[in-house]
C-alpha cells in the first residue's frame, strides 16, 4: 500500500507535528535504540548471581555498590548507576508479594538457608534499595530541579515501597550476626570481617537516618555515629575485590525506558564517602532549624538559610531542609506572620499600620489589606536591592569604572535604616540598636570606597575611556535596571548619580572624606565586635559572624592604606592649580591600582583597591 | 500554458497512478491511531499507536511497548512446571519504551489490532 505513496509524502495524524516526531527513538539505531543487540553479542549477561562469593570480593561489591549511590545522589539517573547492578536487578524483578521472596531468584532454592554471605548481601542490598526509596519520597514531596540536579525516575520498578523500613533494618540486623558466626567458624581475618561488618552496621544506621520515623535528637546521633564509621571505610577499602561483571549496561535493554542507552556513571571510592560525609553533615548542620525555639527571629532563620545554602548541598539535603522547615509548621507557621515578625522586628512595634488584624483582611480592595502588602513589599524589596548589588560585586560584574557608583548605590540604600530615622523613632528593640550600628558601618565603608573611587575616576585611573558603544547614561542604565520599576525606595536620576561620581574636590579634600567615613565604620565595628551573634541574629552561624566583622575590619585598614598612598602622591606632587591637567597626568603616570577579585578579597563585597606608588616618569 | 509532457503524454496512466494514491491515502489515513503491532528483523515486536507513515514504510508509533520472545530458559522452566506437560504458554517480556520510530528496511511483519 505504501509505495503508492510519492516520496516525500506523509500519512500522519492531524495533531501530530515534526517537532514531537525529534523525540522518536530510532529502533535498531544503535546509539539510540536500547534494546538493541550487537550482532555476536548476548541479549543479557550469563554472570551467575548465585556464585558463591569470596569475603573479599562482597567486600568489593559492596564498595562499588556505595559508589552508585552517591553518584546518584550526585544526579545521574538509577539506570546508569545502581540498576546497573545485577544483584540489585535481581531483587527487584519480577515484583514480589512479600519481602521474604525478594531474593536473587524466584521460587524456591534449597541451599539458600545454608548460604549466610549471601544472605548477608541480599540484606544490604535490601538496605540500600530502601534507603533510595526513602530518599525519593523525601525528594518529591518538596521543590526541586527534576534531571537537573537529581533523577527520581524508577523505570517501572518498584523500590520496595510496600516493605517496611524496620523490616529491612531488623534483616540487617540478623545479618550481620549470622555472618560474623560463619566468619568465626571459617577464622576469615578480623580486619577483613569488621571491614564487611562496619558497612552492613553503616547501611542499618543510614537507612534509620533517612527514615522520617525518629526525632531529631535520634537522627543527630544516627548522623555522628555514621560519619565515624565512614571515617573508617577509607583505609578498609582496598582489602576488597570489586567484582567488574557483576555490574552491566544490559539491564538498560530490559527498563521502560525512553531515553537512548547510557554509559554507566563513574565514581571514585574516595570521592563518593567524600561526598556522602559532606551529604550527612549538611543534614546534621541542618537539623538547627528543625529544633523549635533554635531561631526566634525571622531574620535570623533567614541568614541562617543563607549561610547554608552556600554549602551547596547535595538535593536530598536540601530537600531535608525544606521538609523541616516547611513540614509541620513549626518553625514557619505561615509564611504572612513570618514576614510581620520580621518587619516588626525592624520598625515601630506599635503603630496601627502592623496591627495584625491588618493581614487577616483579604480583601484587596480594603485599604489595611494594602496597607500589609506595602509594607511587606518595600521590606522585601529593600533587602532585595542590596543582596542584588552585594552579589554583582562577589560575581565580579562591575567594571573598574563602574565600582563608584555601585558603592555610591549601597550607600543609598541603607539610608533608610541610617542613624536618624531609627533614633528618632521610639526604639522599643535594642535590636534596633544594634543592626543600626551595622547598617552605620556598611554605609560608612562604602562611603569611603566611593569618594576613593570617584577620585581615582577623576584622575582617569580605572580605565573606561576606551568604549565606543558605550555613553555613562547607558552604564547607569544597566546597572541600575533592577530598580527602576520600584517606586520605593526610590531611585535618584541620573543626573544626580553621575555628578558626585566624576566631580572632585582637591584630591585632598577627597581623602579626607574618605578617612572620615572611615572613621565612622571602624567606630561601629568596635560596636559590633562587642555584641555577639545572639544579638546580631547569627545564632548558628557563630563562626560567620566573627568573620564578617574581622573582614569588614580588614577591609577598613586597607582602605585606609589606599587612601594613604592616594594622599600621599597628591601631597608630593600638588600643584596650586587643581585644573591643571598636568597635575592628573603626573599622578595619573606615578599611580598603579589593582583591583583585586573576589577571592583574593578580604570580603568578596569590600572590593577595596591596591594603590602603589611608582618613579614619576619626567 | 504548457503542462507537465508527462501528463499529457501518460494520461491514463497517469490518472492510474494518482487513483491509486488516493486509495493509498484514504487506507492508510484510517490506520492513524490505531494499534499496530511491527515485527521486525532482530525477533522483536513492537506494539503501539500509528502516529506517521510513508512511502518507505518508515513508521512511528506513540505509548509504544516492545516485546521479546522469552528466552530459551524460560520456555524451559515454564515447560517443566507445566501442569498438563503438553501445552506450555510462555508470555513474551515487554516493557514500555514510548515514542518510537521503525525504518521501513527492518520491517517484517505488520498487523492490526483488532
Redesign the interface.
Known sequence: ?????????????EY?TMF??V??????DPKMD????EPGDT??DDYDVLRDLSCKEFLGIMDQLLCHEMAWHDGAPLSQTLFTSLYVDRLLWPDTKTLEEARFFRGREPAWKNRPLMQALRAYCLGLIKTCDLVIRTVISQHYYEEEDFVTMTY?RDLLTRYETLDVMALLVDAVSSFSNWCEERDVPIELRSAIVIRLDARHSFLAAVSTDYPSVVMKRNLTTLCGMLGKFGETHNLGRPVKEAFSEKVQR?????VPPRHMAEMSFRNAVTKLEKMLQDIHAALLVEETGAFKDPYNLVKFLQFWNVRESLTFARAKLQSWLFGDLKVAPSIEKLLLKDVKGLVLREDKLLDPINWTVEVPADPRHQIASLIDNFRQRASMMEWIVELGFEQDIYAPDELALMYWHERLSREDRKTEKARSMLLTLGYNTNLTAEAIAIHSLALSLFTLYSLLNYLKLLGGEDRPCSSDRLRYKLRMKPFFHISTPELPAYVDVWDPVYASGGGQEQCNKAEDALKTAKEQITVLKSLGPQEMKYVGNEVEYQNHVRQMLRSCIATGVAIATVRAACAKYASKDEADSLHKGVLRSVLNVEIPNPETRYAARWAVPKITQKKAKS | MRGAPREETDRSSGRL?SD??D???V???NL??KELHIH???G?M?VGA????????NI?L?CAH?Y?SP?RAAVEKAATESSDGQNVTVDM?G??????????E?ITKVEVED
Open positions: 500500500m505504501v509505495s503508492a505513496l510519492r516520496t516525500g509524502q506523509l500519512i500522519k495524524d501530530f514531537e516526531s523525540g522518536a527513538i530510532e529502533v535498531m536500547s534494546g538493541y543487540v541479549l543479557e517501572n530490559r527498563l521502560a525506558t525512553t | 497512478q491509486e494514491n486509495n493509498a491515502i487506507y492508510l489515513s492513524l491511531n521486525i528483523t532482530d522483536r513492537f500509528l502516529k506517521c507513515t510513508d512511502k518507505y514504510r512511528i506513540s516492545e521479546r528466552s517480556t516493557r514500555f519504551v514510548g515514542l518510537v520510530t521503525i525504518p521501513g527492518h
